[in-house]
C-alpha cells in the first residue's frame, strides 16, 4: 500500500510517499510561505504524481493557513484517489522525530501566535502525556520539561528551563510512519491549539 504524508503546519512544507513501510521519495523546504504554491507541484514531483491508497495530513496546531492548504489539497486528492484521509497532531510528529528509537519522553515546544509558545509533553511511547498548552515563554519554562527538549523553540526553552535540546526543529513528512498509530484519525478539523482572536459578540 502506498501512503503519502503532508505537513504543511509550520514554516517548513513537506510531503513523503511510503511503499509498504518504506520511503519512496520526499520533498522538504522552509519556505516561510508560500504553501499554497508549492505543495501540488512538490507532490507531483513524487512518484506517479504522489498518487496513495491513503493519505496522512498535520492538523495543526501551527500556521492557520498551512494547516487548512494542507487538509483542503488532502481532502481533495481523497476524492480524485478515493483514498482514505487521515489527519494527526503536528507536534506528535516532531516529539517522535526527537525519540527516533531512544523511547525518551519529550517536551515539544514551538512557535505559537502572538509572542507565545505551543508546548506539550510526550510520553517514551510517543503519546501525548497532556493537551496541547499555548503559553508566555515564562509561563513555559514555569511549567518545566521533560527529559528532551525538540520544536522551534526548543532552543530558547532549553535556555530558560536548563534543559538539554534535541536538534529536531521542525516537522518533516518523511518520519509521518514513526508516529503511533492511535493518533491517527479521520476527523479532519484543524487543532488550532488556542482559542480564536475573534468572538462573536454577547447579546
Same mark, same amino acid.
Given at each position: 500500500?502506498?501512503?503519502?504524508a503532508? =505537513? ?6 513537506s510531503?513523503?510517499?511510503? =511503499?509498504?513501510?518504506?520511503l ?21 514531483? &513524487?512518484?506517479g ?18 494547516v ?5 489539497v488532502?481532502? /481533495?486528492?481523497?476524492? /480524485?484517489w ?5 489527519g494527526?497532531p503536528t507536534?506528535a &510528529?516532531v516529539? *517522535?522525530?526527537?525519540r #527516533? ?6 517536551t ?8 507565545e509558545?505551543f508546548?506539550?509533553?510526550?510520553? *517514551?511511547d #510517543? ?5 496541547? *498548552?499555548?503559553?508566555?515563554?515564562e509561563a ?5 520539561a521533560?527529559?528532551?527538549?525538540? #520544536? ?5 526553552? #532549553?535556555?530558560?528551563a536548563?534543559a538539554? /535540546? ?7 513528512a518523511?518520519?509521518?510512519? /514513526?508516529?503511533p498509530?492511535?493518533l &491517527?484519525?479521520t476527523?479532519?478539523a ?11 459578540p454577547?447579546?
Open positions: 500500500m502506498r501512503i503519502l503532508i =505537513e504543511t503546519a509550520t514554516e517548513a512544507c510531503v513523503a510517499l511510503f =511503499e509498504d513501510g518504506v519512496l521519495d520526499a520533498r522538504h523546504e522552509v519556505l516561510g510561505r508560500g504553501h499554497a504554491e508549492r505543495l501540488v507541484p512538490m507532490i507531483a514531483e &513524487l512518484p504524481k504522489g498518487r496513495a491508497e491513503q493519505i496522512r495530513v498535520s492538523l495543526g496546531p501551527g500556521s492557520f493557513t498551512g487548512r492548504i494542507g487538509l483542503a488532502a481532502r /481533495a486528492l481523497g476524492i /480524485a478515493h483514498a482514505e484521509v487521515l494527526y507536534l &510528529l516529539a *517522535a522525530m526527537a #527516533g528509537k531512544n523511547n525518551t519522553p519529550v515539544v515546544c514551538m512557535t505559537g501566535g502572538h509572542g509558545w508546548v506539550q509533553d510526550f510520553g *517514551a #510517543g503519546l501525548p502525556a497532556d493537551e496541547v *498548552a499555548s503559553l508566555a515563554p513555559a519554562a514555569q511549567r518545566g521533560r527529559a528532551l527538549l525538540a #520544536g522551534s523553540k526548543a532552543e530558547e526553552l #532549553g535556555d530558560i536548563q538539554p /535540546a534535541a536538534p529536531t526543529r521542525l516537522p518533516d518523511r518520519h509521518a510512519l /514513526a508516529l498509530d492511535s &491517527l484519525g476527523a479532519l484543524p487543532l488550532y491549539g488556542r482559542p480564536p482572536d475573534a468572538r462573536p454577547v447579546r
